[in-house]
């Protein structure tokens, strides 16, 4: 063979292996298209594909004014993309704008934009305001992005923080309203179908799919933003003054259960949870059991009435204010020897009181107590919400019928004793309490209301009735007589609970409580008051029930029913030695003190007249009256830059 | 009758390149151009402040440099090259070490060398360089080339030599150069014996350099699917962001474009393959253009093949022609199969541009030059041409 053919078959050879080569390709190319198409086109889609989420506001909770207690608050996130065409050109003007918009030097956002991480992204400031990002969108610049965070923001301050509760990070609510109808206030949020790529990166693309939020609805309350203040006010001023530990009060209709205002002592800031104590973010008014004391005694009374066992002017004899059952000594505070049984109640007689139930079965007295409400929850539409304990009779020992009859052996939370009263003020009707009245979307149309509910009827008509002028005995004579209001009837009672303090009930350590309602014939309010651990008095006649009284005489104004039956002169029955004559606007301390006064529930003109009068010069924003200022109480009083908030 | 023969001996001498090799490299240019500018959007997004027209325009630039070469070339007879060829492959080798020593001092393997702010890579130039001188070598010790001292251990220290120093850093173009080199051999018929010796010594050689390097044992591990070395962190090479991670992607680009393609720029898998504009420049091909696209493209380069070997080598007027023919068109025709056997998953991952395809500028000026040497092969071409030798 010829070196040349030599040459050429050894060539052709290696063409050969050559060219199975592409067919190999061909093979391989074919397979993969033929058998694995489907599920690595879904690798593919599932990998370049992504949805981001866009938050959906979130709804408002109004008080039954309409005035926002809780809102959102748009701040924008300013970020450019430096690389779109157009934003090179307008860069030195847009961030010599942006430096005087923000109060930053233009040089630290040209820093920023130089130092960049990201090629196409670079986040320059976060918090704007809505002003800022409208000011920023009239400039028209390209590669500017603005994007919304939603914030949540109380526009009180801690007005009603225990009931609006508060939101956490992530926008979801985590105690109060914002909890229990977190669903209706979260909304929808939308998406949008991004692009990503391998390194994570998103970017909208032209064609996505965007589906747009729905922003949550609007919860109408039946707490009025004035009332709330001026109860917050007083039940602060109560608890500072009795020296208490906390204090809760609940302010209700009887008729319709809707609950007008609820405030605790201590509070907190909803907008900043964390610091508080678990303590001050606790609603004691329905996550708090305790042993009522005296002003239970509305069963026992209520129990014995109906059944027909006593009348209110039949006899009752307390004797030298002691007896004994089954061993135990009960006492009265003071021995009132023999009594009718209306001043059992107004004078808050234990051992009338126990003598009276012994003659009930235990049964019948068990079956009014539950009844009532007790040792149910109420049903209240706010989270958290405990049931309290009643003994069933086969638990019951010799002396416990005798303790129930004047509040111990038994736990109620506040909501529950103050239920029970509405029951007593609206004629035997156990309502449900609530505290949203309407569901409104974010166009202001009722999509739902809230319809007052009877849970049971628990007595009759006839008995309350009777049993109202007894509890207005309690005010105008008996142990309430620091309720009273000029020209208001109020009706209500007392309690004074021991409670256990290592192991012993002590009486250092008490709950002293006031539970009413006014006006006593056409009841508008029912309110009741607690105090925990009182140091300036134990009993509830000495620090709930002026607590009560000023809280009433400030809501009186408030309910056209109420002014119209208040009478013109004050009251007969007024005790001037006990009660406190001081109008409202007598509260504020005279001169001028060192710190400063609690000028909330005022109204904004006598606030800003006293401190005229004192050269500060407030600043003010709204109307009405004063439900949040700057400097708290308590603090030195500056003599410039007094921040009052009003509202009607 | 003298000066008429003398014209046309002119005339035979200057004769047209051959058309189909030239539309073919056109063709090849004119899809890497429309693929590469679509395929280096991610990087442009990845590289601050840079639009892809700027990589198109960079592209372009490198293409008309290499078709100029190439055109140039065509010009230069190819017996005037093969004079130059070991002084060439001398300074291409001492270009080699000068890159492994400069990059012994900053710090970091580095293939490129900076002449003048343009980087090259002198392992292109070698490759070219090799080809050339081997082929002479190999014509020059016709008469005795089944001799082992005489003809196989001068060519074996040239291709060692060459092949170890690219090979230190650029196993796959190592390789990929030895086979080019064994075919010529085997073509320029050389003992099967001793390229048999070659072959094991290039195995050799290959496992060494495995051995030393766990990441490329590790993806050697990951195509065949089994431990073979020890030391190599397969497990780690196989995850999300490993080899396994590049094959998966490509065969994704493939399924995505099925037989007729996603359409031009439209490629998903641009912004998941690492390199789409180089290594992964085929599999971006069929995902645009479908599996009918990537045939297309094959058909090119096997009709290049062809032309190169059956009609450029055969009619090639010397035994030198004939050789060089065959090596030109065997190392430029192999990457583009190789390439393609990447993508579509037959072959280990390793990061082989496609010739005229792909983006990257030394490669792109070598195949230039290699299809220029064939060009003007192909103008010494007669029918009698075959008679010469």
Same mark, same amino acid.
């Given at each position: ?21 592409p ?7 074919g397979q ?15 990998q ?8 959906a ?28 065409e ?53 400039w028209?610049?390209?590669?500017v ?59 909208a693309y ?25 109860l ?55 996550t ?19 059944q ?39 004078k ?31 049903w ?36 529950q ?40 009827r ?11 002028s ?23 009672k007392?309690?004074t ?18 539970v ?50 208040t ?27 060192d710190v ?5 529930g005022?109204s ?9 009068e ?14 949040q ?20 | ?15 047209p ?21 679509s ?25 008309g440099i ?26 291409? &080798? ?10 012994l ?16 890579q ?37 291709v ?49 350099v ?21 030391n190599?962190?397969?497990?780690q ?19 995505a ?9 439209k490629s ?10 180089n290594?992964f ?16 493209? &094959?058909?090119g380069?096997?009709? &290049? ?44 991952v ?14 792109? &000026? ?15 071409a ?8």
């Open positions: 063979m010829k070196p040349k053919d030599q040459i050429l078959a050894r060539m052709y050879v290696a063409l050969t292996l050559l060219g199975l080569a067919l190999a390709i061909a093979v391989q190319m993969i298209v033929l058998t694995e198409t489907d599920t690595l086109r879904d690798q593919v889609r599932a370049a594909r992504s949805s981001v989420t866009i938050p506001m979130r709804g408002a909770i109004l008080d039954r004014n309409g005035r926002g207690l809780a809102t959102n608050t748009a701040r924008y996130d300013l970020s450019v993309d430096p690389t779109v157009g934003f090179q050109k307008q860069a030195g003007t847009f961030f010599d704008k942006l430096g005087t918009l923000t109060g930053v030097s233009a040089s630290r956002y040209r820093r920023q934009v130089r130092n960049r991480h990201s090629p196409q992204y670079v986040k320059l400031r976060e918090e704007l305001t809505p002003g800022q990002h409208e000011t920023i969108q009239e028209d610049v390209p590669g992005i603005l994007t919304p965070e939603f914030g949540r923001r109380y526009n009180y301050g801690t007005t009603a923080a225990h009931v609006i509760g508060h939101v956490g990070d992530g926008g979801h609510g985590l105690a109060g309203l914002e909890l229990a109808y977190d669903d209706t206030l979260t909304g929808t949020p939308g998406r949008r179908i991004v692009r990503r790529d391998r390194s994570g990166r998103i970017e032209v064609g996505g799919t965007v589906v747009q939020p729905e922003r949550g609805d609007d919860l109408l309350l039946t707490l009025d933003l004035t009332r709330q203040a001026a917050e006010n007083e039940l602060r001023r109560g608890v500072r003054e009795s020296g208490a530990e906390w204090g809760t009060a609940v302010a209700m209709d009887p008729s319709t259960g809707g609950i007008l205002a609820l405030a605790n002592v201590p509070t907190y800031d909803p907008s900043r949870p964390g610091r508080a104590s678990a303590a001050a973010r606790r609603n004691r008014a329905l708090d059991r305790f042993e009522p004391g005296s002003t239970f005694k509305l069963v026992g009374a209520t129990a014995a009435i109906e027909d066992l006593v009348s209110l002017d039949d006899s009752v004899e307390t004797g030298d204010g002691w007896a004994v059952f089954h061993g135990y000594t009960m006492k009265d505070v003071q021995a009132h020897g023999t009594i009718s049984f209306a001043d059992v109640i107004a808050s007689s234990n051992v009338g009181m126990a003598k009276t139930v012994t003659k009930l079965d235990r049964g019948t007295f068990y079956q009014y107590a539950r009844n009532m409400g007790f040792s149910q929850p109420t209240v539409d706010l989270p958290g919400e405990v049931g309290g304990v009643l003994k069933r009779t086969p638990q019951w020992s010799a002396t416990t019928q005798t303790s129930m009859a004047i509040g111990y052996e038994v736990s109620v939370t506040p909501l004793l103050l239920t029970a009263y509405s029951a007593l003020a609206n004629g035997g009707l156990i309502k449900r309490p609530y505290v949203v009245a309407e569901r409104r979307d974010v166009t202001g149309k009722t999509l739902w209301k809230n319809e007052p509910e009877t849970i049971r628990a007595f009759r008509q006839e008995t309350a009735d009777t049993l109202r007894a509890f207005k005995r309690v005010v105008e004579r008996g142990t309430g007589t620091n309720a009273q209001v000029e020209g208001l009837r109020v009706a209500g007392t309690g609970a021991l409670q256990v303090a290592e192991g012993e009930y002590s009486a250092d350590e008490t709950r002293a409580s006031f009413g309602f006014f006006p006593a014939d056409a009841p508008e309010v029912a309110l009741l008051v607690v105090l925990g651990s009182p140091t300036g008095g134990p009993h509830g006649g000495e620090v709930a029930a002026p607590v009560f009284r000023r809280v009433a005489r400030r809501w009186a104004g408030t309910f056209p029913t109420v002014v119209a039956r009478t013109p002169e004050p009251s007969s029955v007024s005790a001037a030695s006990s009660v406190d004559a001081r109008s409202p606007t007598d509260t504020l301390p005279p001169g001028r003190p400063m006064p609690d000028l909330t005022l904004t003109r006598r606030a800003v007249t006293w401190l005229r004192r050269d500060i010069e407030p600043q003010l924003q709204g109307m009405g009256t004063v439900v200022q700057r400097p708290r109480p308590g603090a030195a009083l500056p003599t410039t830059r007094v921040l009052l908030t009003a509202a009607e | 009758m003298s000066v008429i023969q003398s014209l046309r001996h002119k005339v035979t001498d200057r004769a390149a051959d058309k189909y090799v030239v539309w073919i490299v056109l063709a090849l240019s004119a899809v890497g151009v429309v693929a590469v500018y395929a280096v959007t991610y990087l442009a997004e990845v590289r601050a402040g840079t639009e892809p027209v700027h990589f198109l325009l960079r592209h372009l630039v490198r293409v290499a078709l100029g070469a190439m055109g140039g070339v065509s010009l230069i007879d190819y017996r005037t090259l093969a004079r130059y060829s070991r002084v060439a492959l001398v300074g291409a &080798l001492l270009l080699l070490v000068a890159v492994k020593v400069v990059g001092f900053s710090g970091g393997a580095d293939r490129w060398l900076q002449i003048a702010g343009i980087g090259f002198p392992s292109e130039l070698a490759r070219v360089a090799l080809i050339f001188y081997v082929a002479v070598l190999l014509v020059k010790k016709q008469d005795y080339v089944k001799s082992f001292s005489r003809t196989f251990l001068p060519v074996l220290v040239w060692g030599l060459t092949v170890g120093l690219i090979g230190l850093d650029d196993l796959s173009t190592a390789l990929m150069l030895l086979l080019g080199v064994l075919l010529m051999s085997f073509v320029g018929r050389v003992s099967l014996l001793q390229i048999g010796g070659l072959v094991v010594l290039g195995g050799a050689l290959a496992f060494g495995l051995s030393t390097s766990p990441d490329r044992a590790a993806r050697l591990e990951a195509y065949l699917g089994m431990n073979l070395f020890p190599t962190d397969t497990e090479v196989m995850s999300a962001r490993g080899e396994q991670y590049q094959s998966r992607q490509a065969r994704m680009a493939f399924a474009g099925g037989l007729t393609g996603v359409g031009p720029g998903v898998q641009r912004d998941f393959l690492p390199e789409p504009y290594d420049i085929f599999a971006i091909i069929a995902e645009e253009y479908g599996i009918f696209g990537a045939l297309v493209l &094959l058909a380069f096997f009709v &290049l093949l062809f032309r190169g070997c059956l009609r450029i080598a055969r009619d090639a007027p010397d035994p030198l022609g004939l050789l060089l023919a065959v090596g030109v068109t065997t190392l430029v025709v192999t990457y583009g199969f190789v390439h393609a056997g990447v993508a579509s998953g037959l072959l280990p390793t990061g082989l541009p496609m010739p005229f395809v792909s983006y990257g500028g030394t490669s792109l &000026l070598a195949n230039g030059i290699m299809i220029g040497v064939l060009l003007n092969i192909s103008r010494h007669g029918p009698s041409s075959a008679e010469r030798i």
